[in-house]
């Protein structure tokens, strides 16, 4: 079982920007395609951005195109979600997610097999 521990998230203004990382507690990090998602109260879990094994392919949902970033270090068995031009609608537990199964990062959250605890992200208006 991977061990994912998420941090960076916190209070921005709109337009702000955060930095969340995820680390993972294994030695073949670089077998994972690792994906974000995001959740609040009473929705379903949604895909934010998502990142293949070796890092070279990457996506994201609409909504974030242009403004988040997903990449990873592969070394540091970290993967990151940089957030720019942040919106309230942005407001959200942000988890991270490990798929052992794939090379390419899915938008299905069933597809993974472990998750972060979640970090906090809120943007104020």
């Known amino acids: 079982q991977v061990q994912l521990v998420e941090s960076g998230g916190g209070l921005v203004q709109t337009g702000g920007s955060l930095r969340l990382s995820c680390v993972a507690s294994?030695?073949?990090?670089?077998?994972?395609?690792m994906g974000w998602f995001r959740q609040t109260p009473g929705k379903e879990r949604e895909f934010v951005a998502g990142i293949s094994r070796s890092g070279l392919t990457t996506s994201s949902a609409d909504s974030v195109k242009g403004r988040f970033t997903i990449s990873r270090d592969n070394a540091k068995k970290t993967v990151y979600l940089q957030m720019n031009s942040l919106k309230p609608e942005d407001t959200a537990i942000y988890y991270c997610a490990a798929d052992l199964n794939r090379v390419y990062a899915n938008n299905n959250p069933t597809y993974y097999d472990s998750w972060g605890q979640g970090t906090q992200v809120t943007v104020s208006s």
């Open positions: 294994l030695r073949a990090f670089s077998s994972y395609a």
